[in-house]
């Protein structure tokens, strides 16, 4: 029976994933640690270091009780009979397979603390997005010890996304979990097991070896992201034949072969998860011979830089050919709705497009602007503002780009907003959001992704 968990890693996976674990599970202590001794202090504090609806009521009905938040690392590993590792994992930026590869260091330094501290035999979780066959290099890196000590490696991918967190680990489609195919990594599996089938349907709980469960990680997220690029590609079609990508994407997707989901067009995916997970899976194609195949996936995320670009071309076309010193007022930051993350934020991009074309910014995010302001950090002397409020990013604006579908933008004052802005007004909406028709009827050159833009030019 699990008594103690540890999570070695207090980000946006480890976080919102331990308080449900602890919530679900009462009678198991659940600690949390970091290297990052702030971020423990956030966690233990009003203020939680990540924005995730629910997250809070959950971590406040917890904590104290059997969630603790903690920077002693050694007594954490001590007391544990199962630490779930989830260190971020991100793309290596130097040395061999730079740009693709992920950066194992954090890894396997949490491995090598482990080593360093348990006094007896443990189950570890890797949690984190990991290459195929990273649990053989964490099984090497853990024996490694002079105590005779035993480690059984279980793969236990997470599948949550942002905003919902909590939400899809309270009610998952599927709990994966892969193990070693011996007496010893059977147990451990089961053990695994039942911390979840506390609240998990036992049929959504998948088993399988270790290397299927962590290459299904990744496919599942290069799959999500394919079709978001395969929607887009659509969308750029859709834009020069008069065909709207909506009615596209919905009698598409009525077919249950294809399905629903993940064909909204937009400025383009973000997140920390598909691109470094996409070009994970490039690099291992590359290394285990399969040129063909790494090149395949690979232009899912050219369609996705494809994307960001066409939009910001768009934008330049539209504005007769030149936004140099027009404010351009940016709607959203963080890399969807309800999250202040902006990691590879097509915002990013998109701002940095436009500042190479010398336009100056005026960006508003409801949450996500701390981490605009170091994401845009190196931008020349006095060409981007933060604001507070949409209003004042859109006021002597020649242009708004809306980059976030936060579903308050819906509600702003588009007439005052129109009043306020610099004349001809364009508005670029990068995630289809908006009331195009109204927008229009109110003044504004309305350019939607994927349909025809609703201008008050005419013919040309
Ligand atoms: C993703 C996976 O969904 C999740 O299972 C995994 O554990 C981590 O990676 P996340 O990155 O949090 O989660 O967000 P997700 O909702 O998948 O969106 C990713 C990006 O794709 C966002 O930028 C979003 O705006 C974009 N997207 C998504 C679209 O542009 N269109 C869509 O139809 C869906
Ligand atoms: P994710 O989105 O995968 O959760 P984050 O970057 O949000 O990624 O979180 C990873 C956390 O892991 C960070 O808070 C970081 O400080 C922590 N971390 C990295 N290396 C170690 C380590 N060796 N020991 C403990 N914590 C670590």
């Known amino acids: 029976m699990v008594k103690n968990i540890l999570c070695i890693g207090a980000g946006y996976v480890g976080g919102p994933t331990m308080a449900v674990i602890a919530d679900r599970c009462p009678d198991i202590r659940v600690t949390v640690v970091d290297i990052n001794e702030k971020r423990i202090a956030e966690w233990n504090s009003d203020r939680l270091p990540i924005y995730e609806p629910g997250l809070e009521e959950v971590v406040r009905r917890c904590r104290g009780r059997n969630l603790f938040y903690s920077a002693d690392i050694p007594r954490g590993i001590r007391e544990a009979d199962v630490i779930f590792v989830s260190v971020n994992t991100p793309t290596k930026t130097f040395g061999a397979g730079a740009g693709k590869a992920a950066d194992l260091q954090y890894l396997e330094k949490t491995a090598r603390s482990i080593v360093e501290y348990a006094e007896g035999d443990k189950i570890v979780v890797e949690k984190s997005t990991l290459p195929v066959r990273t649990a053989e290099a964490l099984s090497r890196v853990l024996h490694a010890n002079a105590k005779g000590l035993k480690f059984q490696i279980i793969s236990n991918p997470e599948f949550l996304a942002e905003g919902t967190a909590i939400a899809d680990l309270n009610d998952p489609d599927r709990v994966l979990i892969g ?28 088993t399988t070896n270790l290397w299927s469960s962590e290459l299904t990680k990744l496919v599942s997220n290069a799959l999500l992201a394919q079709r ?77 830089e494809f994307q960001a670009a066409r939009f910001v071309g768009n934008m330049v076309d539209a504005m007769f050919n030149t936004v140099a010193g027009k404010r351009v007022a940016i709607l959203g930051f963080a890399f969807k709705a309800d999250t202040g993350d902006t990691r590879e934020s097509p915002a990013i991009d998109v701002c940095r497009r436009l500042l190479a074309e010398h336009a100056e910014l005026a960006i508003f995010d409801p949450k996500a602007l701390d981490n605009a302001k170091r994401d845009l950090a190196d931008a020349p002397a006095g060409a981007v503002k933060f604001c507070a409020s949409a209003a004042e990013a859109a006021e002597g604006a020649h242009a708004i780009a809306l980059l976030t579908d936060w579903k308050e933008f819906r509600e702003l004052d588009f007439e005052e907003i129109y009043r306020s802005m610099q004349k001809p007004a364009f508005l670029f909406d990068g995630r289809d959001l908006l009331d195009h028709r109204r927008l229009f009827e109110l003044g504004f050159n309305v350019y939607p992704i994927g349909c025809g833009a609703l201008t008050h030019f005419g013919e040309a």
């Not at 097991?193 to 998948?206: C, G, L, N, T």
């Open 179 to 206: 193990g070693m195919e011996t007496p010893e990594g059977r147990a451990a599996l089961e053990e695994i097991v039942s911390v979840y089938a506390r609240w998990v349907p036992r049929e959504r709980i998948i």
């Open 228 to 304: 978001v690029s395969s929607i887009n590609s659509i969308s750029a079609l859709c834009e020069r034949t008069g065909a709207n990508v909506h009615e596209v994407a919905r009698a598409a997707g009525r077919d249950s072969r294809i399905g629903a989901k993940f064909l909204k067009p937009g400025v383009g995916f973000g997140g920390s998860c598909f691109k470094k997970d996409i070009l994970n899976l490039v690099y291992l194609c590359e290394h285990y011979g399969l040129p063909e195949v790494a090149e395949y996936w690979l232009d899912v995320v050219k369609m996705n």
